[in-house]
């Protein structure tokens, strides 16, 4: 049974840093697609930052330059480094693995910018 288990995130001041990590197991996920997507109450998820299996990424416009995203195939985890965060980051993150077959997420861990 496959499995994705999230953890790092957490209540943090304006412009300082968390690393969420989302560790995978069931299967190997070398093949797959990774993404970190956030959801504030009310509104539709929408995507962070993603990383294919081939190491390229993407990133949302209003996190480039303070977010980045990485994977470790051999753990089956992908991170996210986030940094100068703002009020705005506050959301429930999660991550996605996903292949042409298959799609996963995450339970989804709290951020919170607040001073």
């Known amino acids: 049974q496959v499995q994705l288990v999230e953890s790092g995130g957490g209540l943090v001041q304006p412009g300082g840093s968390l690393r969420l990590s989302c560790a995978a197991s069931g299967r190997t996920f070398s093949i797959y697609a990774m993404g970190w997507y956030r959801q504030a109450p009310g509104k539709q998820r929408e995507l962070v930052a993603a990383?294919?299996?081939?190491?390229?990424?993407d990133y949302a416009d209003s996190v480039k330059g303070r977010f980045t995203i990485s994977r470790n195939n051999a753990k089956n985890t992908v991170y996210l480094q986030m940094n100068s965060l703002e009020p705005e980051d506050t959301d429930v993150y999660y991550c996605?693995?996903?292949?042409?077959?298959?799609?996963?997420w995450g339970q989804g861990t709290q951020v919170t910018v607040s001073s």
């Open positions: 990383i294919t299996s081939g190491g390229s990424t």
């Open positions: 996605n693995f996903t292949s042409k077959a298959d799609n996963y």
